[in-house]
């Protein structure tokens, strides 16, 4: 089946520091949507991306859907320590029209 | 006001018993979904319906059956809970299509002693 893998698996940053990640696809995506996840909680939408080269920004949030369509990119500026948590990528799955894959997930750790 | 929510919110039971997860959300959508998280976090879907008809059913032991009364709710029942079944399970909905994006519920937290 298909498989979004994210990279970094894990990050320590400081505060202010700029972050990015990204997710791979083995299969191409027409979608791909950023969720994080708060400790406890359940996982909120950041972005959406629909279209290949589409660049979207949501506050400090940019996110980049890849020209080949098989990755798409996440970069946090300047980060607070309210960015802790983990940032997961997602696409609709081919297998199924209501199915989506979620990614492996990054955890980021952000030092005051 | 919460737009997913599911209860209970930790559930603590004993191996073979039958516990239910229940969901509700009141942002009007179609679809709703279970999905459960390992302890590496990660997501998988289980169950969706749409307008109370069952749409997606992964490869879920045939101990989890999900209902919906309406398309406003989803439970899980699970029987025989077994070691393996502890994990966050968490409730989401959408609008139909292949495109929208999903709302998530807080999760269960259900641990099997």
């Known amino acids: 089946g298909q498989q979004l893998n994210q990279s970094p698996q894990s990050m320590f940053i400081q505060e202010g520091e700029d972050v990015s990640m990204n997710c791979t696809s083995s299969s191409i995506f027409n979608t791909w949507l950023w969720y994080k996840q708060d400790p406890g909680e359940g996982p909120v939408l950041l972005i959406a991306?629909?279209?290949?080269?589409e660049l979207t920004s949501n506050g400090r949030l940019t996110a980049q859907f890849g020209i080949t369509r098989k990755d798409s990119f996440l970069n946090i500026s300047a980060s607070i320590p309210s960015d802790v948590g983990i940032y997961f990528c997602?696409?609709?799955?081919?297998?199924?029209?209501?199915?989506?894959?979620f990614g492996t997930g990054t955890k980021l750790q952000v030092i005051p | 006001d919460t737009a997913v929510s599911q209860t209970p919110k930790y559930l603590v039971t004993q191996m073979g018993n039958d516990k239910s997860i229940k969901c509700e959300q009141n942002?009007?959508?179609?679809?709703m979904y279970w999905y459960k998280q390992d302890s590496k976090k990660f997501l998988k879907i289980m169950f969706s319906y749409n307008n109370k008809e069952l749409i997606i059913n992964e490869t879920v032991p045939n101990r989890f059956s999900p209902k919906s009364p309406d398309k406003a709710h989803l439970n899980l029942h699970i029987n025989s809970l077994e070691l393996g079944d502890s994990a966050v399970y968490f409730c989401a909905s959408s609008w139909r299509g292949q495109y929208q994006p999903q709302h998530f519920g807080d999760g269960t937290r259900l641990s099997i002693l």
């Open positions: 997602a696409g609709p799955n081919s297998g199924g029209y209501q199915k989506v894959t």
């Open positions: 942002l009007g959508h179609d679809t």
């Open positions: 991306l629909y279209k290949a080269g």
